[in-house]
Structures are given as structure tokens and as C-alpha cells.
């Protein structure tokens, strides 16, 4: 519990971290600007990071949002990359930092209420008409992320040391790929710090599974260099993947606050393939997700996040999510079945197919 520094609300869903409710971040953002991005500078600076804006000298890395210059020495934002003897090293096209297992299909993937594995793209993008029971999706963990979300549901593996040559290769995991592989999923942390190798192995295994049903799917945060966009679409396109973007807030001030990230280039990215979305309904081109964080995620954030998806396309998929505490934010409820209902209809009057997921997570 905590209480708001400016509208002195005290409740349940004030994290005691931020010490500002949802609606005074956005309303009144200019008051807590500087405090909230000293709260994100003192986190990175913990996991051995300290992130400086703006620089324009050494060596740079522009895959994500975050266009990291390094020195001597220095790590990027994302936690993968190092300058050494005046050299970048660390994941690059060909070998990534990322762990990977097999799951059954279906799965509980994002996007399972709705992307081929369910069968929707039979016969040309699934192997079955209905779920592909008998299946398997690769999981492809990628570590590092662009965004620092103080409600990461995958923290854990900001906890390990770095480690920038222990990498895997794209041959390494083009070899587990099997007759009963059906899907990969690019998830992590995020694949925008490792998005060119996901492009890379994507390519890759395509050529090697001529003939054969392979979806490639990426769920992100959107916040990867624009300039993969292109790439991305025609993987999707050729395997019937799906691209999940996972909008987290509508407001720009909330999303600072609680990602310590702009949202301006997801929205973007997602705009590219959203406005592509008609090339191919089915499986759908693109979904998006959105955590319903409680105290920051109302049903006024939901509202305008799917009145922008509609302008679209009301048929592209959006699934709101149950949220759980963890991380910076375990002093938040959970996700309350009334709040999340209330942002169920909210998105229900500008799209057609809306999902709830983890409802085993609402109270």
C-alpha cells in the first residue's frame, strides 16, 4: 500500500515504489517526472547498468528503441552487449542469448485464442482443422529487454550474470526444430534486442522446412528499429505467423512511469501491421495484448488503446490480461474480476474479437 505524493491518496493499488497514482501520472506528470526516472536509473544501476541518454559518440547498436552508444566498457540498456578492446560484443545475426523448450500444443501462447495452432489456418498454415493436438511449439526465450517494466513478469532472468559469448547459433537451434515442430515463438524479455537473429533463423529454418507448415510469431513490446518491419511482414506472411504487440498502456506518461520507456514506436510498428493486417485474417497478421495492472490500467487506458487498434481493423484480435504482483510492484492487488470486466466491455464497443487471459489470476 502506499500513498500518492500529490493527490494523497492512500490505497492498495498506489505502489509504495512510485508514491503516485495512476490517474496523477497522468494528469499531473510534470511533477514527477524527474523522480520517476530516477527510480528506473537506480534499477538499471543495480543490474550493473547506467543508462545515459543521448550520447552520440562510440560504438552503436540501433536494433531497438533505445539506439545505445557505448564506451569502453559499458553495457547497453538491454544488458547484452559490451564494448571490449574498442569492439561490440556479444548477440549479433548469427548466435543469441536465449534459452528455449518445447511446449505442447495448445499452448498458452498470447495469442492461442486465436492463431493457427487452433487450426484456423487449415490446410495452407496448420496441420489440423481443429487444435493441433499431437504438435509442439518451439519456445524461443530471448534474453535482455528495451523496456524496464517495474511488473515484468519474467524478471528472473535479469538475476543472472552476463554473459556476452555464452551464445547459442542459429545451426544450434535449427537442429532441434522436428517433423512435429509447428510453431516458434520469439518471446522474452524482448526479441527488439535480438531481432535481427530472429530474422536470421527464421529465414533459415523456412529453407530448411520447404514444403512444410513452420508459423514464426513475435510477442514485443514493438519497440525494435522500424527498419525490420518489412522483413518481419514477409516471414509472417510466408508461415502464417502472428505478431503479438503487447501495448501496454495508451498514455505516453504512464508508460514512462511504470516501462521507463516511450511507447511512441511501438505504436508505430504496430501501426505498420496493423494497416497490413487485411493481407491475411486468417491466422490474423497481428493480435494485442494488454496487462491490466491494477491502480494503472483502467478502463479508460483500454478504451482508447482499442479505439486505436479499430481504426485499423475491428477484427484484429485483443487480449486483456490478468495481472499478478511481482517485481517492483508486489505491493499491487491483483487484477479484480470487476475492473477487468468493466475493461472488457470498454474494448468490446470498438472490436469484435476480445479475449480475457490468465483468468485463473483475477480476485
Request: charged share 25%; net charge positive; with cysteine.
Amino acid at each position: 500500500m502506499g500513498t500518492c505524493r500529490i493527490c494523497k491518496k492512500k490505497a492498495s493499488d498506489v505502489s509504495s515504489l512510485l508514491g503516485v497514482c495512476g490517474r496523477c501520472i497522468r494528469e499531473n506528470f510534470s511533477k514527477v517526472k524527474d523522480l520517476l526516472e530516477e527510480i528506473h536509473t537506480e534499477i538499471k544501476k543495480e543490474e550493473g547498468i547506467s543508462p545515459e541518454g543521448g550520447k552520440e559518440s562510440g560504438l552503436g547498436c540501433k536494433l531497438c528503441i533505445n539506439n545505445c552508444y557505448l564506451q569502453e566498457g559499458e553495457i547497453s540498456f538491454c544488458g547484452l552487449r559490451k564494448v571490449e578492446k574498442n569492439k561490440l560484443v556479444g548477440p549479433n545475426r548469427n548466435f543469441a542469448s536465449l534459452e528455449f523448450y518445447f511446449d505442447p500444443l495448445p499452448t498458452n501462447c498470447v495469442a492461442s485464442f486465436c492463431c493457427g495452432a487452433t487450426g484456423c489456418g487449415y490446410p495452407q498454415f496448420s496441420y489440423t482443422l481443429g487444435d493441433e493436438l499431437g504438435y509442439k511449439n518451439l519456445a524461443v526465450f530471448l534474453n535482455g529487454c528495451s523496456f524496464n517494466c517495474l511488473f515484468c513478469q519474467n524478471y528472473h532472468y535479469r538475476k543472472r550474470p552476463y554473459q556476452f559469448n555464452n551464445l547459442v547459433s542459429v545451426n544450434d537451434l535449427l537442429n532441434v526444430i522436428d517433423s512435429k515442430t509447428s510453431c516458434v515463438c520469439f518471446f522474452g524479455g524482448d526479441p527488439s534486442c535480438q531481432i535481427e537473429f530472429t530474422i536470421e533463423f527464421s529465414r533459415r529454418a523456412i529453407e530448411a522446412r520447404k514444403n512444410r507448415i513452420l508459423r514464426f510469431c513475435w510477442e514485443t513490446n514493438g519497440s525494435f528499429n522500424p527498419k525490420f518491419n518489412e522483413e518481419i511482414l514477409s516471414i509472417l506472411l510466408e508461415s502464417g505467423g502472428t505478431i503479438k504487440f503487447d501495448l501496454k498502456f495508451f498514455s505516453p506518461e504512464l508508460n514512462l512511469a511504470l516501462c521507463g520507456k516511450s511507447n511512441k514506436q511501438s505504436y508505430d510498428n504496430f501501426s505498420f501491421f496493423a494497416r497490413n493486417f487485411y493481407r491475411r485474417k486468417n491466422p490474423p497478421l497481428v493480435c494485442v495484448s494488454t496487462p491490466i495492472v491494477s491502480g494503472y490500467t483502467d478502463e479508460d487506458e483500454v478504451e482508447k488503446i482499442a479505439q486505436f487498434i479499430s481504426q485499423f481493423d475491428r477484427r484484429i484480435p485483443y487480449s486483456l490480461l490478468g495481472f499478478w504482483p511481482c517485481f517492483y510492484l508486489k505491493d499491487l492487488p491483483p487484477t479484480s474480476k470487476e475492473l477487468m470486466y468493466r475493461c472488457y466491455g470498454k474494448a468490446k464497443k470498438f472490436l469484435d474479437n476480445v479475449n480475457i487471459g490468465n483468468k485463473h489470476l483475477l480476485t
